[in-house]
C-alpha cells in the first residue's frame, strides 16, 4: 500500500468516479501499476488533530487489513463529520460497504 502525492489526488478528483455514504467518500481511480495507491482526506470541519488523526489511523488499519482489494486503482478516502461518531466495526462496515459498491472487493469480505 503506498500513498499518494498532491498531484495523484488531484487526478483522482478530476478524473475518477466517486461513491458516497453518510460517513465516507470514495474516489477511485485505475493507475495501470500492480498495487493500489490509498490516501486518506480529513478536513479540519471534522474535528481538532487527536480526532483526525484516530479517523486516519483507523482507516488506515481498516485497509491494512482488507486483504481482497483489486489491485491497480487509487483510492482516496474522506471522512465526513459523522464518521467521528463510529466504532471500529462500523466505520470498517461503511468502508466496506463501499468497496463493494466500486465493485473493487475481491470474492472474499470477512466483516
Not at 493500489?36 to 480529513?42: A, H, K, L, Q, V
Not at 461503511?94 to 459498491?101: A, C, M, N, P, T
Request: charge should be positive; aromatic fraction near 10%.
Amino acid at each position: 500500500m503506498d500513498s499518494l502525492k498532491n498531484s495523484d489526488f488531484k487526478r483522482v478528483y478530476s478524473k475518477g468516479k466517486s461513491l458516497a455514504s453518510r460517513y465516507l467518500v470514495l474516489y477511485y481511480y485505475p493507475n495501470n501499476l500492480d498495487k493500489n495507491r490509498i490516501g486518506f482526506s480529513i478536513s479540519k470541519r471534522v474535528g481538532k488533530a487527536v480526532v483526525r488523526n484516530k479517523l486516519r489511523r483507523r482507516l488506515k488499519e481498516i485497509i491494512r487489513l482488507t486483504d481482497n482489494i483489486k489491485s491497480g486503482y487509487d483510492l482516496v478516502f474522506i471522512g465526513r463529520k459523522p464518521s467521528v461518531s463510529l466504532d471500529y466495526h462500523d466505520l470498517k462496515k461503511d468502508v466496506h460497504q463501499l468497496l463493494k459498491r466500486a465493485r473493487l472487493l475481491g470474492r472474499r469480505c470477512l466483516l
